[in-house]
């Protein structure tokens, strides 16, 4: 069984930081890309940042140059380092990770955190 469980979001105000992280756990062989959308009321989920295996970094142009995606394979652990935050910025945030499991070892499945919610005060 593999889980995603993130923690950091919460409250600040407009120009705050926060650090969001995601730990995967279970019976994982590997970890491709692990990214973080996010959801606002009323609208559809959309990407934020994506991150590869080797480091490479995809970001939303809403969010470049304020946010920094990173991760430790290490510790299957993917963080978003949240700076300059906006009232815009306000939405659920989900954990998402490509992950190949001992269980399925020749295909990798989508797997999802619970969400976080991030709110920005104006």
Do not use: H
């Amino acid at each position: 069984q593999v889980q995603l469980v993130e923690s950091g979001g919460g409250l600040v105000q407009a120009g705050g930081s926060l650090r969001l992280s995601c730990a995967a756990s279970g019976s994982i062989f590997s970890i491709n890309v692990m990214g973080w959308y996010r959801q606002a009321p009323g609208k559809q989920r959309e990407l934020v940042a994506a991150i590869t295996k080797g480091g490479s970094t995809n970001y939303a142009d809403s969010v470049k140059g304020r946010f920094t995606i990173s991760r430790d394979n290490a510790k299957n652990t993917v963080y978003l380092q949240m700076n300059s935050l906006k009232p815009e910025d306000t939405a659920v945030y989900y954990c998402n990770a490509e992950i190949i499991a001992f269980a399925s070892p020749f295909i990798s499945d989508p797997y999802w955190g619970q969400g976080t919610q991030v709110t920005v005060s104006s």
